[in-house]
């Protein structure tokens, strides 16, 4: 494996799935009226840890990314298209629908040097 190109990570994606967790397992467990709100909202946490990347690394072979409870998921180069638009960067691989979001923290403070990250080492980039 090639050293790393390009690591981002975020605090906030890392950590706010578990407050969610929480708040949502605490407002169920209270019963009553909201209940049914405490486990959308438990849900909500689960799909941000298990779907959303809080970690990714580019590399030339391509790009690591890191989900909670301890998934990992590699996205080798030549499968990906990387969109890159005022919503952010984000990875696709070419037999899915949906991509995941390469960001840098709440916003995308880096785009631009990620953009010319993965365009020097030969990933497609779309806009």
């Not at 301890?70 to 991509?99: C, I, M, N, W, Y």
């Amino acid at each position: 494996m090639s050293p790393s190109r390009f690591v981002g990570q975020s605090l906030p994606l890392r950590l706010l799935p578990w407050l969610l967790i929480l708040v949502g397992a605490c407002t169920a467990v209270a019963g009553g009226s909201r209940a049914v709100l405490g486990v959308l909202v438990l849900a909500l946490g689960a799909f941000a840890k298990v779907a959303v990347p809080w970690r990714f690394v580019v590399v030339d072979e391509g790009i690591g990314l890191w989900f909670g409870f301890g998934k990992r998921r590699f996205l080798p180069r030549d499968e990906v298209t990387v969109h890159v638009d005022l919503a952010g960067v984000r990875v696709q691989p070419k037999s899915e629908h949906f991509g995941y979001p390469l960001t840098d923290g709440i916003g995308n403070r880096r785009a631009a040097v990620l953009k010319a990250v993965l365009e020097e080492h030969g990933f497609r980039v779309a806009r």
